[in-house]
């Protein structure tokens, strides 16, 4: 069952979340968390977690397709320059 806390938002606007909460999720000092507002809800995620489950989704798809990131990165900084190319001619002396 789902802990249930309130906490008091500050006059700058900061609110302080549980030591059971943070202890529970493992959020240390300074960690980041994404602020998500759906309908009338604040919902806060450790970011971190969230980075770490898109990573593997990125690296299983681009697995799964037999690609490296090291070819993905090559083809990423080819079109950029391609684009940088046709954007600012005068730029490059071809």
């Not at 249930?4 to 000092?29: D, E, F, H, V, Y």
């Not at 070819?71 to 002396?93: C, D, H, T």
């Amino acid at each position: 069952m789902a802990d249930l806390n309130t906490c008091k938002m500050s006059t700058k606007g900061q609110i302080t979340i549980s030591s059971n909460a943070r202890k529970q999720l493992g959020l240390k000092p300074e960690a980041r968390l994404l602020e998500v507002v759906v309908n009338n809800c604040i919902l806060l995620i450790p970011q971190d977690e969230v980075l770490h489950d898109l990573m593997k989704k990125a690296s299983d798809s681009l697995k799964a397709a037999g690609v490296t990131a090291d070819q993905l990165k090559k083809g990423v900084g080819k079109r950029r320059e391609a684009r940088v190319k046709q954007k600012y001619p005068k730029l490059f002396n071809d």
